[in-house]
């Protein structure tokens, strides 16, 4: 499996979420299950992957959200095209309106973190992953809606 597969998704409008972390619903990406083989690469390849999100970003559409595999997160470069996706990303969200609370309509900061010395780097945070929307931290605390 590397992605190859993931090209019908060219310039989709209508995806709203897509879930690289290879793991499952509500599984923690941190844990290694088997240590010994946690150094490889995982079967889905960044490079081919990177330019099918491209298409994705630049159209109109419905993606709100993207997580991605710990080891593509772990090779941490301001130089790297991950790191150059994860700028573009964000600035669609931002161009899109899509960091602003739903509650108290506050724009937030970036969502998917770029400081490539936090734990949380290449994390898109602040979406809550039942209705898509964008929560700033003073609100995803009494999140009851």
């Known amino acids: 499996m590397s ?3 993931l090209e019908p998704l060219r310039g989709s409008e209508i995806i709203e979420i897509i879930d ?3 793991v499952g619903a509500k599984a923690d990406q941190y ?3 088997d240590p010994p083989r946690a150094h490889l690469d995982p079967p889905i390849s960044c490079e081919r992957i990177l330019p099918i999100l491209d298409t994705i970003i630049i159209v109109e559409g419905a993606l709100k959200h993207l997580q991605f595999p710990l080891h593509w997160r772990n090779y941490r470069s301001e130089h790297s095209d991950f790191y150059q996706f994860l700028q573009r990303f ?3 969200l931002d ?3 899509l960091n602003r609370c739903f509650k108290c309509n506050e724009i937030g900061e970036p969502q998917v973190e770029l400081n490539i010395s936090r734990h949380d780097y290449g994390i898109q945070c602040g979406t809550c ?5 964008h929560h700033c931290d003073g609100c995803s605390d009494n999140n009851d809606d």
């Open 31 to 33: 844990l290694h299950p």
């Open 3 to 5: 992605g190859a597969g």
């Open 20 to 22: 690289f972390t290879l």
């Open 90 to 92: 964000n600035r669609m």
């Open 95 to 97: 161009d899109r309106g």
């Open 129 to 133: 992953l039942v209705c898509l929307k």
